[in-house]
């Protein structure tokens, strides 16, 4: 299996512009995970999908992050418009389970975004 | 708010050691305590899980405790080598809930 997939790995920006980030999840894990990793505030959950159904979004900073996953391979974290401060490194992880906890979670390779 | 401590600074041991690392919570009982490694520019990785009715868990070199009085876990790795060299995350999960503690970094020196 190729492990979870998310493109681009690098993205920079400038403060304003709309920056969209992608993540294929390992085919037959129904959870989906979006975290966002700064060295002052480590890893953070953003937002957990079940079954391509947001269950918990009380992690997304503001509005001007949403999420979607349209289907069971694909989801998307789009920042509109960015602020510097959204700079930082953006993982999504799958696991298989139904929210219990108990699955360990599949980490990509995560998407380092710099906004200037 | 739910919390993890997490020994933010560096662990250096002597290779062939054991290293022990210290993950505290607070607020929160969780029903599971996972524990992450993490290599500069990847993602984490996941190492064990432990259930809270378990005191102990090990895999090969790895040994973990969860002590839900004290709202500890404890991570050790026995024999150490300097592949070992890592930052180590430990994490509380339940129902619809991860937090992630913002990780040990460990160097082994040979």
């Known amino acids: 299996d190729a492990g979870v997939i998310q493109s681009p790995r690098h993205e920079v920006t400038e403060m304003g512009q709309e920056v969209t980030l992608r993540c294929k999840p390992i085919?037959?894990?129904?959870?989906l995970f979006w975290y966002r990793q700064t060295m002052m505030r480590g890893l953070e959950l953003l937002i957990y999908?079940?079954?391509?159904?947001?269950?918990?979004d009380s992690g997304m900073p503001e509005d001007r992050f949403s999420a979607k996953m349209p289907n069971a391979s694909f989801s998307t974290l789009k920042i509109q418009p960015s602020e510097p401060r959204d700079s930082a490194v953006y993982f999504c992880?799958?696991?298989?389970?139904?929210?219990?906890?108990?699955?360990?979670?599949?980490f990509g390779p995560g998407t380092r975004l710099t906004v200037t | 708010s739910q919390k993890i401590e997490q020994n933010s600074e560096a662990l250096n041991i002597q290779e062939g050691k054991t290293a022990t690392l210290t993950c505290n919570y607070t607020?929160?009982?969780?029903?599971?305590l996972q524990w992450y490694r993490q290599d500069p520019g990847r993602g984490p990785v996941f190492l064990l899980l432990?259930?809270?009715?378990?005191k102990e868990k090990r895999k090969e070199r790895l040994k973990v405790t969860f002590d839900t009085t004290l709202k500890q876990s404890l991570f050790h790795i026995t024999a150490s080598q300097p592949a070992d060299s890592a930052t180590y995350l430990c994490?509380?999960?339940?129902?619809?809930?991860?937090?992630f503690g913002t990780g040990t970094r460990l160097k082994v020196l040979a």
């Open positions: 992880a799958s696991s298989r389970g139904a929210g219990q906890g108990a699955s360990e979670q599949y």
């Open positions: 999908f079940n079954n391509n159904v947001p269950i918990d």
């Open positions: 607020n929160y009982s969780p029903a599971y």
């Open positions: 994490a509380l999960s339940g129902t619809y809930k991860y937090i």
């Open positions: 432990i259930r809270e009715n378990e």
């Open positions: 085919s037959g894990h129904n959870s």
